[in-house]
């Protein structure tokens, strides 16, 4: 019997879950007409994702240019040696929330995986949450 | 003197070599008026990025709806504790090549990150390619 690996569907609230315990992810959003991915830093808050950039940023210009703006936000944590791991992707509408109190607290915890200011605060609110978990079956 | 993470920007043509040390990456696309990602396998082959799918999968109706697809494909590689590594981003336009002999050839040598059968090739052909190294400066 041979071992495979195997696609497992995780529940939303759970892919959540996992994207909270990841540290950055990526945004996928149109700018200038064509698809674009950023990576970012990101804390899961009550539902919603919080991610953090500067003002100047493809991204933050995009989100600055258009009230609900639709995105991609995905995350994994896949082990290269085993490629085990998990893929969680979300579907949102993202808008400015540097005037929100929370998130504004909560970009403070926020270490930029580049040592520049982080300015401008944007939260993703789910439209759609999907998972996949790679085991181990036969 | 305080030790930083400085980014360094990646020239194109050794961008896409970084790129094709990697397994796998992402590509963002628009699916049904949506910006939507998936993470691929991938090989690098004579300036193109071949990508391996399945003939059901989301990305592969894309490119069969729309010749010429523009996307944005990225992959890093980033030290979870030091947070130094790299990123690579290209855009391009995408298409089926599962005809193409040299590219179904480098498709035998992928393997998915999921045990199916991946009865489809893609090539992006890069219109832009960028990347960054965060090394440590002072």
């Known amino acids: 019997m041979e071992t495979k690996r195997v696609p497992v569907k995780i529940e939303p609230k759970l892919a959540l879950g996992l994207l909270g315990r990841a540290e950055f992810g990526r945004v996928a ?32 210009q995009a989100v600055m240019g258009e009230a609900g703006l639709r995105v991609a936000y995905q995350a994994d944590e896949i082990d290269p040696h085993s490629r085990l791991g998990w893929s969680v992707l979300v579907s949102g509408t993202a808008a400015n929330a540097s005037d929100d109190r929370r998130a504004e607290q909560l970009g403070k915890k926020v270490q930029s995986w580049i040592d520049r200011p982080l300015d401008t605060v944007i939260a993703i609110d789910p439209l759609e949450v999907s998972g996949l978990r790679l085991t181990i079956g036969s």
């Open 29 to 60: 959003f149109v700018f200038n007409g064509s698809p674009t991915i950023r990576p970012l830093n990101h804390v899961v808050d009550d539902g919603r994702i919080i991610v953090f950039t500067r003002h100047t940023s493809a991204f933050a």
